[in-house]
């Protein structure tokens, strides 16, 4: 029981802005930490091994997952994706709040494994406004993008299994919330008891 | 099920500063409503009935106990407190945010009735930063401070039944917290789902 650091998970659907949410949260509060996810996927222009993944074979993979390296694994569009376990616990065990941001399956899997993980739900403002930032990103083909947004509608109904909801409508009132949200957390009852041990030191910053 | 407006409860040990903290608030969070409580007390010096509380003889107040026009009470160092109920639940209807500022004992009530409720606990950054305010405050005889001091001790026990604690070091640091607090709490999953249906009006403001 009891937190050290709060293990926080930024997911929703693609498209939904979670990357760049992501992004401008971790610039925003330097003293967050992050997990480099393992991907089966090939990189994207602009991406590099080791610093927005790990670029791993299948056959890698496979042994991650078969060696319980993997806190979190999903298979999404043909690829996989996960989070190395090892990495996380140090830094949480080590009073660091940590950020992953990851597909909603994967999401849902930290929150069975850490009950205490903080799971925030990036929605889009609507569907059309999915649809336009899955095309203007340019980096599916057409039906990739179709078969995103037939699956963004489904991922929108396992929003109640999130703990919170953030609507992206500006990136910079999102990460607003994001922060007033960790704030909160670290107000949580649970926390501070955890903390403090009670009246005579007792500071949540 | 579904909370249309939110209802905050502001509560802690007397000398804390849940008063200080609430006040700073209402003012800052302008939409914020409040409600005024019942009380045998006699008034304070500036007190005004109708602004600060509801003074009423103990007669009364047990009349309003009997027609159940209590949110919820407590009887305090010889005096009876209480949340008259209809003005709230009008509020709350009416998707208002309500603020209580109330004794632990009625915090614990309202939680039982109102599981949505948001509990949050005002702590004190010491025991001797509290009895340093105790005195300070000059309202009190001696001997109702030893007995103020005594009963804190114990409520600080009750701490973890809160959702929130908030250390009040500093008034503007804590009202800040809570401000997060609120907004994190208007981002829940649930509230959102209750507010917008889902995907097509998604706008948690």
């Known amino acids: 029981m009891g937190r050290k650091g709060i293990l926080i998970v930024i997911s929703g659907p693609s498209g939904a802005g979670?990357?760049?949410?992501?992004?401008?949260?971790?610039?925003?509060?330097?003293?967050?930490?992050y997990s480099i996810s393992a991907t089966t996927r090939l990189p994207r222009n602009g991406e590099t091994n080791g610093v927005n993944y790990y670029f791993v074979t299948g056959e890698k993979f496979q042994e991650m997952i078969a060696a319980d390296k993997l806190l979190e694994w999903a298979k999404v569009y043909d690829n996989y994706y996960g989070t190395p376990r090892q990495a996380v616990e140090k830094m949480l065990e080590e009073g660091r709040d940590v950020v992953l941001e990851i597909d909603i399956q994967g999401a849902l899997q930290v929150k069975e494994k850490y009950p205490d993980a903080v799971l925030i739900f990036i929605a889009p403002p609507s569907p059309a406004e999915l649809e336009r930032r899955l095309r203007r990103r340019g980096a599916d083909a057409p039906q990739e993008i179709e078969k995103r947004l037939r699956s963004a509608a489904a991922e929108m109904s396992l929003a109640g299994r999130y703990d919170y909801v953030v609507v992206n409508d500006e990136v910079e009132r999102a990460v607003s919330k994001i922060c007033s949200i960790i704030t909160a957390e670290k107000c949580r009852s649970q926390y501070y008891l955890n903390k403090s041990g009670g009246l005579n030191e007792s500071t949540n910053s």
């Open 18 to 33: 979670k990357g760049t949410v992501n992004r401008a949260l971790l610039s925003l509060l330097s003293d967050l930490s």
